[in-house]
């Protein structure tokens, strides 16, 4: 097996080949920690520490490539990570005059929380920019079907009429959340830089009068923030990515819940635009873009409470907690990815059914607009009655499948009243419009 073989995804439709998948593949961990090691020498550099053909050689040895993955992987066993190696290797492609300067001060954590930042930053600039383009297709479904009427559902039952702007309005909201949240977190996420003991004790030894310059070199080389303190034990910048890659998964995941019920056979409402097929029965068109993201939205919280609990970090460097992270935060970097690529493709390409909205609309016989005759009737034949009227009648309609407006109609008590606007399901879609205009007014 070839390290191009590692991982490839096979059990992962969601994320497999899409951008978050090569963002966080081993070659772009691998990636990270050398950018992680070379900017280190750079930033010293920056400042005086060390020659500038220093720092030329170890970026080119960086650069270089020709280090072998499966290896790094197996001798991490050793001390418990891929930095120890991979320290050894590069020192030794940088060559004996200027190998002495690679790492140097810094602890293997430092390097990898370094590599795990620039992995979540390049990936969440894929994941914005995907979230950007879902948000862009949902508006303009918001405001085609501004006035398009359909049932509301409630506990899965139809409850009042609502508009499929409205509901396409509520998406984008949902997915602009989640836009603001990783974009925020992306421009705060730091460099980590704390030597042994998050003390920069090392660097003062190697001349640094000021070590928290370095930390500001350091990010300025990355661009990275920078941090107030080394965060070795102080995990808030991956709580906080925890936080918001899951807050996007569940926000995509509302889309594709909505999107699975409304294209069911028997409502079919909505449908992807190019459905899935099957192995066994040809006539299927599976919504498999909205079955992908809901798979990932079930599984972001639980990756993000493994992160959630790596807070609980002992002393100036934990054993095991840091260590669980990785694993985790690179899933759910992919699966987030994966959701947000899906997301696009399924906003994209949604076919919207009015005339099946319209016609859904009419199933309960005229119960979905019993609020609103309950309402209006209150005025006529005061609020007890009105209520006890409809009771009755709403309980005939439901049992019979007798419109409820032609009920009404026959009682003596209500002749000469003319039900028709309140009785119609489009009419009574309240403020669905004017509130799909101010959702549409954020960009």
Partial sequence: MTAAEFDTGLLAPGWAGSPAASATSDAAYLRALLDAEAALTRAQAALGLVPEAAARAVTDAAGAGGFDVRSLAERARGGGNPVIPLVADLTRAVGEEYGPYVHRGATSQDIMDTAAMLVAVRTLDLVLADLDRTADRLAELAAAHRDTPMPGRTLTQHAVPTTFG?????????????????????????????????????????????????????????????????????????????????????????????????????IAEVAEGSGGGSSAMPHKANPVRSTLIAAAARRAPQLAATLYGSLAAEDERPAGSWHAEWEPLRELLRLVGGAARDAAELAAGLRVRPEAMRDHLGLTHGLIVSERLSAGLADVLGRARAKELLTRLAERTYTEGVPLAGLLAAEPELKGIDLGPSADPACYTGSAGALTDRALERR
């Fill in 166 to 266: 409205l509901k396409a309005a509520g998406w984008r909201s949902l997915v602009l959340d989640a836009r603001d949240r990783c974009r925020a977190v992306r421009e705060s996420l730091p460099v980590q830089l704390g030597g042994a003991a998050g003390t920069l004790a090392a660097f003062t030894v190697y001349g640094a009068e000021d070590p928290v310059a370095l930390v500001a070199a350091y990010a300025h080389e990355l661009d990275l923030a920078a941090p107030v303190l080394p965060w070795h034990t102080l995990r808030t910048p991956v709580a906080d990515l925890a936080g918001a890659l899951a807050l996007t998964a569940g926000a995509l995941g509302k889309l594709a819940a909505d999107v699975l019920t409304l294209s069911r056979t028997e």
